[in-house]
Nanobody, 123 residues
Framework: QVHLVESGGGLVQAGGSLMLSCAAS????????TAWFRHAPGKEREFAAG???????RYADSVKGRFTISRDYGKNTVYLQMNSLKPEDTGVYYC?????????????????WGKGTLVTVSS
């Protein structure tokens, strides 16, 4: 069982930065893959960034070079540093965990989800 709680969302102007946190409990974050998804108004939920248990990362093309996923073993927390934010980055950001092997970071593979944190980027 893994419990995930996101925080750090808010309102920011275009070009600004935010760092989201995902506090995990139940198992250490290094033992499974974690990912950030986002759900914008009127759109389907989409993958943003992910980190496998071994530490390799993957990013959606739309955030590559601007977002960075990382984790802190001591705090059992996963982060998403978001820079150069754009209005199209607006949405609810969810942290998710895949306890299986060889994740492809698809939503259907995720075993646990947090409740999300809202990010609003104004133009």
């Amino acid at each position: 069982q893994v419990h995930l709680v996101e925080s750090g969302g808010g309102l920011v102007q275009a070009g600004g930065s935010l760092m989201l946190s995902c506090a995990a409990s139940g198992r250490t974050v290094s033992s499974y893959a974690t990912a950030w998804f986002r759900h914008a108004p009127g759109k389907e939920r989409e993958f943003a960034a992910g980190m496998r248990s071994g530490g390799s990362t993957r990013y959606a093309d739309s955030v590559k070079g601007r977002f960075t996923i990382s984790r802190d073993y001591g705090k059992n927390t996963v982060y998403l540093q978001m820079n150069s934010l754009k209005p199209e980055d607006t949405g609810v950001y969810y942290c998710a965990a895949d306890l299986g092997y060889n994740t492809n970071f698809s939503p259907g593979r995720m075993d646990y989800w947090g409740k999300g944190t809202l990010v609003t980027v104004s133009s």
